[in-house]
């Protein structure tokens, strides 16, 4: 059977644990020797683009690269089309995709052929979370994934792909999740449901109708764009229905002392952030980006490790 990485919630929490071990153990680069990886990108990205290439040449692997303008998934042929022709390269593809049902469909088309991974869709980025996870490991806990049981972070604005991934993430090690966001932009009962039943280590998920209350006594505050890709559309809207959950000094002040500040970026300076707290001696958004390279190696080595 073919390891995919699909999402934190499909990903049993003794793979999770492989994969934050993969990530920070030392590499030969033959890990991917012989193996192609086709990149596939729907919508832009930066961060995980460069990070994505970067992991596969420091594992040996080989990629190619192939953006919606050239490829047309589900215009041009249809994206079990697109899978079943990288297949005939590629051991694995790694896609960002607006509808993460895309991932069901190529799925099916090459069969046990070809892993995936997750690269962010509508619904998730869990190649994010494991980033985010090591960055505050790294901050809070000398590296110690495991450690971050008892942690509470709280994130504020609009509940993304981004958030539904974290929080699953971090209350399978044992943290603390309050998500502060109006009613239309919080999570589903159905996210929540999943993300409560999947919980270990006594993690729990609290939701907040005000950024003050939510980020109560948090040791990390968290944000993300309130204009997702694709969103482009409501931007105004948007602009004015989360203006009071902007993270910003006031805020901070709400928080512990020397509260920590994630970002999965880019970032909307002025917007979500303001422009010093993105800055601030806390914020911990380098360490995400490093560490995406770091996620990818992780992700990758486990894909294509025993079983
Ligand atoms: N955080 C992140 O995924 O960034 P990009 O959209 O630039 O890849
Ligand atoms: N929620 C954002 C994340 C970007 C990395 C988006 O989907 O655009």
Request: with cysteine.
């Amino acid at each position: 059977m073919s390891r995919h990485f699909l999402g934190i919630s499909t990903t049993p929490t003794e793979d999770l644990t492989s994969i934050y071990r993969l990530a920070m153990k030392n590499y030969d680069g033959t890990e991917l020797a012989q193996r192609g990886v086709s990149l596939i990108f729907e919508k832009p990205s930066l961060r995980t683009k460069a990070s994505s290439l970067c992991a596969i040449e420091q594992l040996g692997g080989r990629v190619a690269v192939f953006t919606q303008a050239e490829i047309g998934l589900d215009v041009r042929e249809s994206a079990e089309d697109v899978a079943r022709t990288l297949a005939a390269t590629s051991s694995i593809i790694a896609a960002r995709v607006f509808d993460h049902s895309k991932f069901e469909r190529m799925i099916s088309a090459t069969g046990d052929r070809v892993s995936y991974v997750n690269l962010l869709s509508d619904y998730s980025h869990p190649a994010q979370a494991i980033a985010d996870v090591l960055a505050l490991a790294e901050h809070f806990t000398k590296g110690k994934v495991k450690d971050l049981k008892g942690l509470t972070l709280a994130y504020v604005g609009d509940a993304t792909n981004v958030t539904r991934s974290l929080a699953s993430a971090l209350t399978r090690l044992g943290a603390h999740v309050r998500v502060g966001a109006p009613n239309e932009y919080q999570l589903s009962s159905y996210d929540v449901t999943l993300i409560n039943t999947l919980a270990e280590h006594g993690g729990t998920l609290s939701l907040f109708s005000t950024a003050e209350k939510a980020v109560e006594g948090a040791d990390a505050i968290y944000t993300d764009s309130w204009i997702s890709m694709g969103f482009e559309a409501e931007a105004e809207v948007r602009r004015s229905h989360l203006a009071a959950f902007q993270v910003n000094r006031q805020l901070l002040d709400l928080a512990k002392p020397g509260v920590a500040i994630l970002h999965c970026l880019p970032a909307h300076r002025g917007e979500e952030i303001s422009d010093e707290v993105l800055d601030n001696e806390n914020s911990l958004i380098w360490s995400q980006v490093h560490h995406r390279t770091t996620a990818m190696r992780g992700i990758l080595r486990w894909i294509v490790g025993k079983k």
